[in-house]
């Protein structure tokens, strides 16, 4: 009566023939092509820093646009380098739901705190006071966006700690962790491919989940009680901004990962479009408008549209790879 | 089915055949729910390297399972609303007794044995009222219902017992939910969880609750240690990015004591404490949402680590640390600090990776 469970269990899947060529995709035209542009992008923006630190300054505020965008454009990577000594949350800590970055920025402001002259130092500051998010209060918040010398060693200090990571993440990508990336093996990080591929495609399903949740369902709150002010990063007017970005980049991504079969990746791709149309239908950058009803709608139109695409590829692709996903996660109990 | 169970009853309590031991199915170190890749579900018995040993055939998925302390039985609960758990012979892979809820209750998943093995006690939903009741079977004839009492509170969810002694401990999430609406959850503005020390005939001996500012933490899984402290899992019903802490540790007669990893690694929680394990000076937390084991050590509640683990729930101490089980099919030890894969399944383990260690 007693069996021995191998022989009496199935795999979840076989392993798709496209695997490596999926995981050669990924890496090479997804990944690692993001992360040097976010690279780049960041040491422009802490260059340019060392120009000009004048909040108002339009080069200063393009730079930090082009880079926040390229970290978006990869933000929905959340495994392995980004997760190295808290660098997702030192690059990006939204939400925050306390207020604690305008609190961190205005104490180190207050104290006039000598940390910001060394960026060694600064790897130890609160990743509230790091990162876009900080540096997005420093340039537009009526109240720390005020200039001061102090005032311009911080923002030095934050884009250059910008630049310092984001370099740290995309060496890790380029070197050790990408190599293995591709070659999974039984002391690799990843074991099989389709452990590796499972990383890549639950990035991008948390991703969009995340759009769904966060970026759209905490400034929409409730019918009875709309929160606009939740919105990601209203105060640079780019709420609506990194939907879209989102969209776009998990778009690619579940294109890669939908390689070999052209009818589900149309579907995905026609999902995808969607979305996109919904966003730019939304006439609001930055969501204020979501306790009108007229507005509210398109927000909400949005939302489901994204849903839609997250589901439309999770139901695709997610077979396709033999990743049974969120066993215990989706439970819930 | 009747029949057979009046006779295995009368055999188990006559003392007519000598009694099976654990020994007789293994010796397994623990039980798990898991779902095979073809879809059909399944209890496992895995050894104390976490190796399999034996499976046996579930009709439906499981949670959690309570393990007879002397016989080689296992009560396997089907998830929550479910309304039967199964009696398992863990040696011969028969089916011994069935336990229906009675009309108007479903079980919550978890139940635990009194210390000589003749009382099995169940978390149920007396979903009418609504309020939470813990349902008492005999054991030693078939199984039989024998009587039930109050949770002391809504929404009972895992239920232990302290060691070496019969006072049981429940976990009184403070959700309501019905049958008829799934597991929609009915009452999160008014949820008022709590912790429930109930003497064997339901006398309430004790109670703790979180602070009325806390009262959306769904207390909802629980471990012991030999000295009797208690580790409590929390579930977050509030803002998922302002979680408050997921760990406590209570002591009879004492308050709840809370312990969190610092931020940002608190986030990586998600509001959501999935099981919950004590060895040595450790306990051990697990988020399937976050994908992430965290470990605090019980003197001064010092974050002691984490480790990230896709879907990562079951966890349960092994000598020097802990052995984990994830949703990928993943068996890993867990000791010093340093996680060791012990095989990887073609299944997917479910929530609970439940001791037989005797308390």
Redesign the interface.
């Known amino acids: ?3 021995v ?2 022989s ?6 076989a392993l798709p023939a496209q695997a490596s060529a999926m995981l050669d995709a990924a890496l090479n035209e997804h990944i690692l092509p993001g992360f040097a542009e976010l690279e780049a992008n960041a040491a422009r923006l802490s260059e340019v820093a060392t120009e000009t630190c004048d909040p108002q300054s339009p080069d200063l505020r393009a730079a930090f646009n082009e880079a926040w965008d390229s970290w978006i454009a990869v933000s929905h990577l959340r ?1 392995g380098p980004t ?1 190295a000594g ?1 660098r997702a ?1 030192a690059l990006g ?1 939204w ?1 925050d ?2 207020g ?1 970055v305008p609190k961190s920025l205005a104490k180190l402001i207050a104290d006039e705190d000598p940390i910001v002259e060394d960026p060694v130092a600064f790897l130890d500051v ?3 006071a790091r990162g876009f998010t900080a540096l997005e209060f420093l340039l537009y918040d009526p109240a720390l966006a005020v200039a001061s010398d102090y005032h311009c060693a911080l923002i030095r200090a934050v884009t250059e700690d910008i630049a310092i990571t984001t370099a740290a993440i995309a060496e890790d990508w380029q070197g050790d962790y990408g190599a293995a990336f591709l070659a999974p093996g ?1 002391d690799a990080p990843f ?1 099989t491919e389709t ?1 590796a591929l ?2 890549v495609y ?1 990035g991008m399903t948390t991703g969009l989940e995340f759009t769904v949740e ?1 970026r759209l369902g905490r400034p929409l709150g409730t019918f009875e009680r709309p929160r606009p002010k939740r919105a990601e990063a209203r105060r640079a007017g780019r709420s609506l901004h990194h939907v879209l970005i989102s969209i776009r980049s998990n778009a690619e991504l579940a294109q890669i990962l939908s390689t070999g079969h052209p009818e589900q990746a149309a579907d995905i791709a026609a999902a995808f479009e969607r979305a996109e149309e919904a966003a730019q239908r939304v006439d609001d950058p930055t969501f204020e408008g979501v306790a009108d009803p007229s507005g509210r709608l398109r927000v909400e139109t949005l939302q489901q549209r994204v849903t839609n695409a997250r589901d439309t590829a999770r139901l695709a692709i997610g077979p396709q790879l033999g990743i ?6 989706l ?3 | 089915m009747t029949t057979r169970r009046r006779v295995l009853a009368g055999l188990l309590a006559s003392g007519l055949v000598p009694a099976a031991s654990w020994a007789d199915a293994g010796s397994p170190a623990y039980l798990a729910a898991a779902r095979r890749g073809d879809g059909r579900y399944i209890l496992v018995g895995l050894t104390a390297d976490g190796l399999p040993l034996f499976d046996l055939p579930l009709p439906a998925r499981g949670h959690a399972a309570a393990a007879h302390p002397k016989r080689p039985e296992a009560v396997a609960f089907a998830r929550r609303p479910g309304r039967f758990a199964l009696v398992l012979d863990c040696s011969t892979g028969d089916l011994l007794a069935r336990l229906d809820a009675p009309t108007g209750r479903h079980f919550y998943g978890h139940g635990a044995f009194s210390a000589d093995g003749t009382r099995l006690f169940t978390t149920e939903n007396d979903y009418g009222a609504p309020r939470g009741m813990v349902g008492v079977w005999d054991a030693a004839r078939g199984y039989a219902r024998v009587g039930e009492f109050s949770s002391g509170g809504t929404g009972p969810h895992d239920i232990l017992r302290l060691p070496g002694e019969e006072t049981l401990v429940v976990a009184n999430g403070g959700i309501e939910t019905h049958p008829d609406s799934g597991r929609a959850k009915l009452n999160l503005p008014a949820m008022r969880p709590n912790l429930s020390y109930l003497d064997p005939n339901g006398a309430l001996v004790e109670q703790v609750a979180p602070d009325p500012a806390l009262h959306m933490n769904s207390i909802r899984h629980l471990a012991v240690a030999p000295d009797g402290t208690v580790a409590i899992a929390f579930q977050w019903q509030g803002d998922p990015y302002d979680a408050p802490p997921l760990v406590a540790l209570h002591r009879r007669g004492g308050e709840l004591r809370y312990l969190q990893a610092p931020e940002p690694l608190h986030r990586q929680m998600q509001g959501y404490g999935g099981s919950i394990a004590l060895s040595g000076s450790q306990v051990a937390v697990t988020s399937p949402r976050g994908g992430i084991l965290q470990l605090f050590e019980l003197g001064q509640g010092a974050f002691a680590g984490d480790h990230s683990l896709t879907d990562v729930c079951g966890v349960s101490p092994r000598a020097g640390g802990f052995l984990v089980t994830t949703g990928t099919g993943a068996v890993h030890g867990l000791s010093g600090g340093v996680l060791d894969p012990a095989g990887t399944h073609p299944l997917q383990w479910d929530n609970h990776l439940v001791g037989l260690v005797p308390a």
Request: net charge negative; glycine share 6%; proline share 5%.
């Open positions: 009566m007693r069996m469970l191998a009496a269990l199935f795999a979840l899947s495994f997760e808290n949350f800590f939400p739901t306390r604690v609160s990743v509230a039984p074991r452990e499972a990383a639950s966060a049974a996903e969120g066993f215990n996660a439970d819930g109990d």
